[in-house]
């Protein structure tokens, strides 16, 4: 078991920052690749980033590319996304999830946070 909390959300303006967090503890931190998620309200859950185990290698959605940075300290269990130049549609529950490979599929992911809110004002 992977046991998995973000933190970071929160309310911003157009063209703001936030970096949101996801701690992880239980089974070795380093065998995951480490994904986020968004689901906006009415929504289908989207893929927005992933990182491989040792921070190698990274892909990003179309969407967050260029704004978005995803990373990892796998000393401190833990996995980051710094989210820059944020845009109202960006508003959504934003969630960490385990995968045993890189891989953009929810369906692929064993392991999953609770979610924390991100909120865009215009």
């Known amino acids: 078991q992977v046991q998995l909390v973000e933190s970071g959300g929160g309310l911003v303006q157009t063209g703001g920052s936030l970096r949101l967090s996801c701690a992880a503890s239980g089974r070795t931190f380093s065998n995951y690749a480490m994904g986020w998620f968004r689901q906006a309200p009415g929504k289908e859950r989207e893929f927005v980033a992933v990182i491989n185990w040792n921070g190698g290698s990274t892909y990003y959605a179309d969407s967050v590319k260029d704004r978005f940075t995803i990373s990892r300290d796998n000393a401190k269990n833990t996995v980051y996304l710094q989210m820059n130049s944020l845009k109202p549609e960006d508003t959504a529950v934003y969630y960490c999830?385990?995968?045993?490979?890189?891989?953009?599929?929810?369906?692929?992911?064993?392991?999953w946070g609770p979610g924390t809110q991100v909120t865009v004002s215009t």
């Open positions: 999830a385990a995968a045993p490979g890189l891989t953009y599929r929810a369906n692929d992911y064993a392991y």
